[in-house]
Nanobody, 115 residues
Framework: QVRLVESGGGLVQAGGSLRLSCAAS????????MGWYRQAPGKQRELVAR??????NYADSVKGRFTISRDNAKNTVYLQMNSLKLEDTAVYYCNAKDVWNNDYWGQGTQVTVSS
């Protein structure tokens, strides 16, 4: 089993920055890739960014503004969010996929961007 705990959400003005963290524990040796998803009210959950060995990918809407990274020594993945927009407001979820393609989710952290 893999446990994911997110932190770092909050309220920020448009144009500001936030950094989300996701700490993984448990059977982390099973993890193949990790990512961040978000879900805004009334919308489906969508992929924001993903990182696996040596590669990253981003949703078009966040390219150039968000950066995903990881610290293997701390079993932690980060999402640095810059130039935040109102439309970035959502609950952000950390995700891990294991080698059998099972999904694990964190509890979510709210990000609210105000004008």
């Amino acid at each position: 089993q893999v446990r994911l705990v997110e932190s770092g959400g909050g309220l920020v003005q448009a144009g500001g920055s936030l950094r989300l963290s996701c700490a993984a524990s448990g059977s982390i040796f099973r993890i193949n890739s990790m990512g961040w998803y978000r879900q805004a009210p009334g919308k489906q959950r969508e992929l924001v960014a993903r990182i696996s060995s040596g590669s990253t990918n981003y949703a078009d809407s966040v390219k150039g503004r968000f950066t995903i990274s990881r610290d293997n020594a701390k079993n932690t993945v980060y999402l640095q969010m810059n130039s935040l927009k109102l439309e970035d407001t959502a609950v952000y979820y950390c995700n891990a996929k294991d080698v059998w393609n099972n999904d694990y989710w964190g509890q979510g952290t709210q990000v609210t961007v105000s004008s």
